[in-house]
């Protein structure tokens, strides 16, 4: 069983930087992939960023390809997103995922760890 707790979200400007923290509890952290997902006000949840369990791999949606980097810390059991150059439709709430094996990880119906979810919001 792993608890997933995030932290960090609040208001950005557009522009400006924002980093999440997502803390996982367990022994076996490094055996997981992890991803952040979001979801807006009436949209579904949608897939954000994606990282192997010994992070040689992530993987980003197109829209924060280049602006938004998804990293992990094994030692520390946990998983962070830089939000760099964050524009106003990335506001949402953002959520920590975790899976024992990356497979469709473009999906959240693939996830069996949630964490609660942070509010992110960015001004214009």
């Known amino acids: 069983q792993v608890q997933l707790v995030e932290s960090g979200g609040g208001l950005v400007q557009a522009g400006g930087s924002l980093r999440l923290s997502c803390a996982a509890s367990?022994?076996?952290?490094?055996?997981?992939?992890m991803a952040w997902f979001r979801q807006a006000p009436g949209k579904e949840r949608e897939f954000v960023a994606t990282?192997?369990?010994?992070?040689?791999?992530?993987l980003y949606e197109d829209s924060v390809r280049g602006r938004f980097t998804i990293s992990r810390d094994n030692a520390k059991n946990t998983v962070d997103l830089q939000m760099n150059s964050p524009k106003p439709e990335d506001t949402a709430v953002y959520y920590c995922a975790g899976v024992r094996y990356l497979s469709r990880w473009w999906r959240a119906d693939e996830y069996d760890y949630w964490g609660q979810g942070t509010q992110v919001t960015v001004s214009s």
């Open positions: 367990g022994r076996t952290f490094s055996t997981y992939g």
């Open positions: 990282i192997s369990g010994g992070g040689e791999l992530a």
